[in-house]
């Protein structure tokens, strides 16, 4: 059976971090694609980044302008795991995060719909100022 299971959301002040995590079964991850979106109350779901599953030379990686150099994707493979490192949060990120894998192109999975790829159940993240 198809999993992506996030964890490491909760609360944190303005200007604080957090490390979102995803595990993955291993059908999923192989040769997947994988990406973090994320939910805001009364908003549509918004790409924030996403991460190529191999390349001979490292990962591709690929951002939303508004997380670009506060947020960093990567991944494990031999822990079939995917993580968000998020710094210097605002309250504007406050949101719910889903992690999602596919097999289309890391930067194609920026215009993922919720009934492409797979999806996690997601975790929130709260942002005070």
């Known amino acids: 059976q198809v999993q992506l299971v996030e964890s490491g959301g909760g609360l944190v002040q303005a200007g604080g971090s957090l490390r979102l995590s995803c595990a993955a079964s291993?059908?999923?991850?192989?040769?997947?694609?994988m990406g973090w979106f994320r939910q805001a109350p009364g908003k549509g779901r918004e790409f924030v980044a996403s991460i190529s599953w191999s390349t001979w030379s490292g990962y591709g990686t690929y951002y939303a302008d508004s997380v670009k150099g506060r947020f960093t994707i990567s991944r494990d493979n031999a822990k079939n795991s995917v993580f968000l490192q998020m710094n210097s949060l605002k309250p504007e990120d406050t949101a719910v995060y889903y992690c999602?894998?596919?097999?289309?192109?890391?930067?194609?999975?920026?215009?993922?719909?919720?009934?492409?790829?797979?999806w996690g159940q997601g975790t929130q993240v709260t942002v005070s100022s």
């Open positions: 999602a894998a596919d097999s289309k192109s890391y930067i194609a999975m920026q215009t993922m719909t919720t009934t492409e790829g797979y």
């Open positions: 291993e059908r999923t991850f192989r040769s997947s694609a």
